[in-house]
């Protein structure tokens, strides 16, 4: 009777540390603890979002497996069924960003800004889709406001760093 409760102690302890994990949000150095249920979905979202969905997932991991094509078919997918997922169109239009589809970006960014207001992934999102065209000045732009509303995201930090340092993938149009 004793090592059974032992055991279960020893179980749940472990169930604990195991599911504990899950829900931590990863931490930036100096930032405060932030508890979040779903760390690999974008925190800066609302969680209305339509996590539910099929194509929105689908897409995500085709944008994150660089399948941009992919990623861009099920986010228009995504936007066609619930046209109100802001972040859906963000990824449309990171998506359109990266198949060299600028004019379709754009459309889908101020939908996106429509939707959500001014949040920092949409800025880096958007600087990042400035340096794939070449225009390194309208990108340190976009980016130093994504930076001033999260100073602390890595992401932003290296996409400032590759837009100040003119790294010549960007500018000589590949």
Do not use: C
């Amino acid at each position: 009777m004793v090592r059974g409760l032992k055991l279960a102690g020893i179980g749940f302890l472990l169930a604990g540390g195991l599911f504990g994990g899950l829900f931590a949000a990863p931490r930036v150095h100096g930032e405060p603890f932030r508890w979040a249920p779903f760390p690999y979905l974008e925190s800066e979202y609302d969680l209305r979002v339509y996590r539910d969905s099929d194509d929105f997932s689908r897409a995500r991991a085709h944008f994150i497996h660089g399948d941009y094509g992919l990623a861009e078919l099920y986010y228009l997918r995504a936007v066609e069924a619930t046209s109100q997922n802001s972040a859906a169109w963000a990824g449309l239009a990171a998506s359109y960003d990266r198949i060299g589809r600028y004019d379709l970006a754009a459309r889908a960014y101020r939908k996106a800004y429509r939707l959500g207001g001014t949040r920092y992934v949409l800025l880096n999102n958007q600087g990042y889709g400035r340096m794939l065209r070449g225009d390194r000045r309208g990108a340190l732009r976009l980016l130093y406001e994504a930076q001033y509303l999260a100073p602390g995201d890595p992401t932003i930090a290296n996409n400032i760093a590759i837009a100040g340092e003119g790294q010549a993938y960007f500018w000589n149009g590949h």
